[in-house]
Structures are given as structure tokens and as C-alpha cells.
């Protein structure tokens, strides 16, 4: 079974098409380096009775959209090795650098999370 990272940020409405230009840009870099799979979502239906939503676990502000994504590898060794890669890749500096996408690297959750099901 696969590892995969994990993540959720909030995006500015406003600069979702910016930010998507930037995160295709990203998952090109992550699959130049290993990663089997880079995907990124935008919350659509994130409001159920009794839950607490992304939106509330992002602290994502009326004005924000709520993205949710993963970085599928092979394993957690393969995964340690791509992502310094990537960390060291001088692409992602100038792109996240460049960038007016709203990407706001201190409010995302993320983290790596092995095979349970």
C-alpha cells in the first residue's frame, strides 16, 4: 500500500485561478521527482448537521475556499527522499515566491499518513 501526504489550506475566492495555475505548477514538480499522484480539490459541500466542517478546521473567512489535497508515493521512504527533492528544488521557491495565489504556507494543515484501510 501506498503513503500519502495530507493536506487542507484556505485560498482567497479571488485568487483561485491564480492559485491553480501555481498548484498545476507544483504537482508537475512533486511528479518530475517520484510522487505517483498529485491532487488538489476545492471544498464544494463542506457543511454537514453535527460535524465540524474544513471551512471551520481551516479557519477559512467567508471570502475563502478551502482546498483539500494528497501526494500519493510509494512508500514513506520513497516520500522522505521526493520531498527533499522538492524542498530543495529552486522551481518551487520561485514559484510560491512569484506567486500572488493567496498561498499562505503557516495556515495549512499537513502531514504524512500511512495505510489503515
Known amino acids: 500500500m501506498n503513503y500519502i501526504d495530507g493536506f487542507?489550506?484556505?485560498?482567497?475566492r479571488s485568487q483561485l485561478d491564480e492559485y491553480r495555475r501555481q498548484?498545476?505548477?507544483?504537482?508537475?514538480v512533486w511528479k518530475e521527482h517520484g510522487a505517483l499522484e498529485y491532487?488538489?480539490?476545492?471544498?464544494?459541500?463542506?457543511?454537514?448537521?453535527?460535524?465540524k466542517s474544513f471551512g471551520e478546521a481551516a479557519a477559512a473567512s467567508d471570502d475563502?475556499?478551502?482546498v483539500f489535497g494528497w501526494v500519493v508515493f510509494e512508500s514513506k521512504e520513497s516520500r522522505d527522499v521526493i520531498?527533499?527533492?522538492?524542498a530543495s528544488d529552486p522551481r518551487m521557491e520561485?514559484?510560491?515566491?512569484?506567486?500572488?495565489?493567496?498561498?499562505?504556507?503557516s495556515r495549512m494543515?499537513?502531514?504524512?499518513f500511512k495505510p489503515l484501510v
Open 8 to 12: 487542507v489550506l484556505p485560498i482567497p
Open 23 to 28: 498548484a498545476s505548477a507544483v504537482a508537475e
Open 39 to 51: 491532487r488538489e480539490f476545492v471544498g464544494d459541500d463542506l457543511q454537514i448537521a453535527g460535524l
Open 64 to 66: 475563502e475556499v478551502v
Open 83 to 86: 520531498n527533499e527533492k522538492v
Open 94 to 105: 520561485t514559484l510560491i515566491d512569484a506567486a500572488s495565489s493567496g498561498f499562505d504556507a
Open 109 to 112: 494543515a499537513y502531514g504524512g
